[in-house]
């Protein structure tokens, strides 16, 4: 199962089961929601590396009555693995944190290995232990399937740590990277005012 797949069958289940849910995405996945269109009730953690189930949290406390979905990446989490304890600690009632898990850094740019590669890290296990009260491991696209909806309308926080594998790098010594867009670096600016509207309609 690849990031594509599995943004598609979240984005899928969102749809069919809560289309109102907020969906806060970052790095590969961040990337994945864009080619497919998704842009309703969204919010991307960019330029915040490692903000995702931050800015997840506080939409939940909020919004205790909507569940939010966070779509992290390892790398990204490994910068914040104190978030883990935060979300535990808060107790949220529907909140939905899905970890795109491929031991990768920059997927789709270099692909780096993150520091978590060898040994593979049990970010799942790291859930559990800080508290989380569901925790999944998932390793292909139809059991992900199975789960979402069990995801979307249980109560509590929900960790999933969901094996993917990272796209192709397209950076390299064949070619070189691009320059980022000035909107790369604007768009969780222009997603909290939209998703503030939105929630506040």
Do not use: W
Not at 31 to 42: E, M, N, Q, S
């Amino acid at each position: 199962m690849n990031v594509q797949e599995a943004c598609a069958a979240i984005d899928a289940a969102r749809q069919a089961l809560c289309p109102t849910a907020p969906l806060v995405s970052t790095m590969s996945a961040m990337h994945a929601f864009d080619d497919l269109g998704v842009t309703a009730h969204r919010l991307d953690s960019v330029p915040l590396m490692g903000g995702a189930s931050g800015l997840g949290l506080g939409i939940a406390l909020m919004k205790p009555d909507l569940p939010v979905i966070v779509v992290d990446g390892d790398a990204s989490l490994l910068m914040e693995l104190g978030s883990l304890v935060t979300v535990a600690n808060a107790k949220p009632q529907r909140f939905v944190h899905i970890l795109m898990h491929n031991n990768t850094q920059f997927s789709s740019i270099v692909n780096l290995p993150t520091a978590a590669a060898e040994p593979d890290c049990n970010f799942a296990g790291m859930a559990q232990s800080a508290g989380y009260p569901h925790v999944f491991e998932v390793h292909d696209l139809q059991e992900l399937i199975r789960v979402l909806p069990q995801l979307l309308t249980q109560t509590g926080a929900s960790f999933v740590d969901l094996r993917v594998t990272p796209p192709p790098a397209r950076v390299g010594a064949h070619q070189a990277q691009p320059l980022l867009p000035d909107l790369q670096f604007q768009r969780m600016r222009a997603g909290v005012v939209s998703l503030k509207q939105t929630l506040s309609a």
